[in-house]
C-alpha cells in the first residue's frame, strides 16, 4: 500500500511557475511509475505525464511538452512537476499516481493503482 501526499499547488498569473510535490509512503517507491493526472472543471481527468522507475525516461501529453518537467528523488520518496510558461487551460486539480506493476510508461489511468487526493492549480489571464 501507498499513500501519495500531493503540495505545492496555488494561484499563479500565466506565464509563471510552479513545482507540485508528491510525497509517498513506503519503502518501494523506486519499484513504482509515477504519474500525473489534472481535472479541470466540468472536464474528465486527463493524462499529463509519467516517469519510470529510476526516472531515466519521461512521458508527457503534447499538450505541456517543453513546459512541464517531471523528476523524481527516489531517496526522498518524492516526485516533482515542474510547471513552466503556465496558462489559464492549465488550471485544474492535479494528481500523482502510482503504477506497480507498470514496465512502460502510460496515460491509461486505469492502470495506476494508487493516487493522491491532489492540489490545485489556478493560473490567472
Known amino acids: 500500500q501507498v499513500q501519495l501526499v500531493e503540495s505545492g499547488g496555488g494561484l499563479v498569473q500565466a506565464g509563471g511557475s510552479l513545482r507540485l510535490s508528491c510525497a509517498a509512503s513506503g519503502r518501494t517507491f523506486s519499484s513504482y511509475v509515477m504519474g500525473w493526472f489534472r481535472q479541470a472543471p466540468g472536464k474528465e481527468r486527463e493524462f499529463v505525464g509519467a516517469?519510470?522507475?529510476?526516472?531515466?525516461?519521461?512521458y508527457y501529453t503534447d499538450s505541456v511538452k517543453g513546459r512541464f518537467t517531471i523528476s523524481r528523488d527516489n531517496a526522498k520518496n518524492t516526485v516533482y512537476l515542474q510547471m513552466n510558461s503556465l496558462k489559464p487551460e492549465d488550471t485544474a486539480v492535479y494528481y500523482c499516481?502510482?503504477?506497480?506493476?507498470?514496465?512502460?510508461?502510460?496515460?491509461?489511468?486505469?492502470?495506476?493503482?494508487?493516487w493522491g487526493q491532489g492540489t490545485q492549480v489556478t493560473v490567472s489571464s
Open positions: 499516481a502510482a503504477a506497480a506493476k507498470l514496465f512502460l510508461l502510460t496515460r491509461d489511468e486505469g492502470l495506476y493503482d494508487y
Open positions: 516517469i519510470n522507475r529510476s526516472g531515466s525516461s519521461t
